[in-house]
C-alpha cells in the first residue's frame, strides 16, 4: 500500500513540473513575441519619423496688448481692429512684420496670437475669444515669411492651461498633424466635451486654401460649416414670390421669385423675374439658432440675412436691395 501511495506521489509530482515547465515556456514565448513586436514597431516609427519633426511653442519677447502688437527675435505680430460701418462688418487685419496677411470678420472681442517655429517654418495660431468663452482658433501656416495656408479649428481646453500644454503640430512634407494633449477637450461647434484622442485633423498642403503665390485671395473671408444640430434648424429650400414691378401689379410679369437653398457648408440664390435672372453661390459665414448670415462667394460685402422667429423666415439682402433698388425684408417660406 505505501509503495502505491509512494508511486502515485511521483506521478503526481512529474505531471505539475512538466505542466509548470510548459507554462514558462509559454510565457517566455509570448514576452519574446512582444519584445520583437515592439522592436518592429519601434523601427517602424524611426523610419515613419524620419522626415518629421515637432514645432516648438515660443514666447513672445514683447506684448503690446493695447496697440494689438506681438513681437519675438524673428516675427512682429500685429493685430489691428477694423470696422467697415458701410457695410456693417467688423473684425481684426492680422500683420506679419508689417505685411498684410487677412481680414478676419469676426464679432469676438479677444484675439490672442501664439507662435510655434520649425526651422524657417512658423504656424501663428490666433485664439479667438469673449466673455462667454473660446470661438476657436484660427491656424496659418508660414514658409519663412511666405503664407502658405489656413485653417479653422473649432477646439477649447476645458480647464485654464497653457497652449504648449493643449496642442501640438507634428510637421512632415506635405501636411501637418495636429494632436490635443489634455485627456479631453470642449468641441466649440458641437458645443460639448470630447475625448482628445478622437481629435483627427490634418493641414494638408496639397489641397487649395486661401493663399495663392503667398497672397491671400481676393475677398477671402472666413467660411463655416453647419453643425449637426444647425443643419437641422437651416438647411433646406427657401422661396419667395413677390411684387417685382409695382406700378404693373395687374400683370402677373410683374412678380418675381426668390430661391435659396442652404447646404451644410454652402448656398445658392436665385432672383427669376421679368427684368432679371440672377444666379449667385454663397458662403456661410456664421449662424446662431435664430440667424444665419449667408454671403456671395467673390464679394465678402454681400449678405444674406436671415432671420428665424419660430416657423417664420425673414431675408434681407445687399444684392437685393441694390438690385430692386429699395432697402425691403422679404418674407421666405421653407420647405
Not at 47 to 64: A, I, M, P, Q
Not at 167 to 180: P, R, T
Not at 188 to 195: A, G, R, V
Not at 276 to 281: A, R, T, V
Request: hydrophobic letters at 30%.
Amino acid at each position: 500500500m505505501r509503495k502505491i501511495t509512494r508511486i502515485l506521489i511521483l506521478s503526481l509530482f512529474c505531471v505539475c513540473n512538466y505542466a509548470c515547465k510548459k507554462q514558462q515556456n509559454n510565457i517566455k514565448k509570448d514576452t519574446d513575441e512582444k519584445v520583437n513586436k515592439e522592436n518592429r514597431d519601434h523601427h517602424s516609427l524611426s523610419r515613419n519619423d524620419s522626415d518629421s519633426s515637432f514645432f516648438t511653442y515660443k514666447k513672445w519677447d514683447l506684448v503690446n496688448k493695447k496697440e494689438g502688437e506681438y513681437k519675438s527675435s524673428n516675427e512682429l505680430i500685429q493685430l489691428k481692429k477694423e470696422l467697415d460701418e458701410k457695410n456693417n462688418i467688423g473684425g481684426i487685419k492680422f500683420y506679419l512684420n508689417n505685411k498684410e496677411v487677412d481680414f478676419i470678420i469676426s464679432d469676438a472681442y479677444v484675439f490672442t496670437p501664439y507662435l510655434f517655429v520649425d526651422k524657417d517654418k512658423c504656424i501663428i495660431l490666433i485664439k479667438e475669444e469673449d466673455e462667454g468663452g473660446i470661438y476657436g482658433y484660427f491656424l496659418y501656416y508660414f514658409d519663412g515669411n511666405k503664407p502658405v495656408t489656413k485653417e479653422y479649428l473649432d477646439i477649447a481646453p476645458i480647464n485654464d492651461v497653457e497652449i504648449n500644454k493643449f496642442i501640438q503640430f507634428k510637421n512632415s512634407n506635405n501636411s501637418i498633424k495636429i494632436s490635443l494633449l489634455t485627456e479631453k477637450y470642449y468641441n466649440t461647434d458641437l458645443e460639448k466635451n470630447e475625448n482628445s484622442n478622437s481629435y483627427n485633423f490634418i493641414v494638408d498642403f496639397n489641397k487649395k486654401g486661401a493663399f495663392s503665390n503667398g497672397v491671400i485671395a481676393k475677398n477671402s473671408f472666413n467660411k463655416i460649416q453647419l453643425s449637426e444640430n444647425q443643419s437641422t434648424q437651416w438647411r433646406g429650400k427657401y422661396s419667395c414670390n413677390f411684387l417685382r414691378m409695382k406700378e404693373e401689379s395687374a400683370d402677373p410679369r410683374a412678380y418675381a421669385m426668390i430661391y435659396i437653398n442652404i447646404e451644410e457648408n454652402a448656398a445658392t440664390f436665385q432672383l427669376e423675374s421679368y427684368l432679371e435672372d440672377l444666379n449667385k453661390g454663397l458662403f456661410i459665414l456664421s449662424c446662431s439658432s435664430t440667424e444665419i448670415i449667408l454671403v456671395e462667394k467673390n464679394n465678402k460685402n454681400s449678405k444674406f440675412i436671415i432671420t428665424k422667429n419660430n416657423k417664420n423666415f425673414k431675408l434681407k439682402s445687399d444684392l437685393l436691395d441694390k438690385t430692386i433698388g429699395e432697402i425691403s425684408t422679404y418674407e421666405l417660406v421653407k420647405k
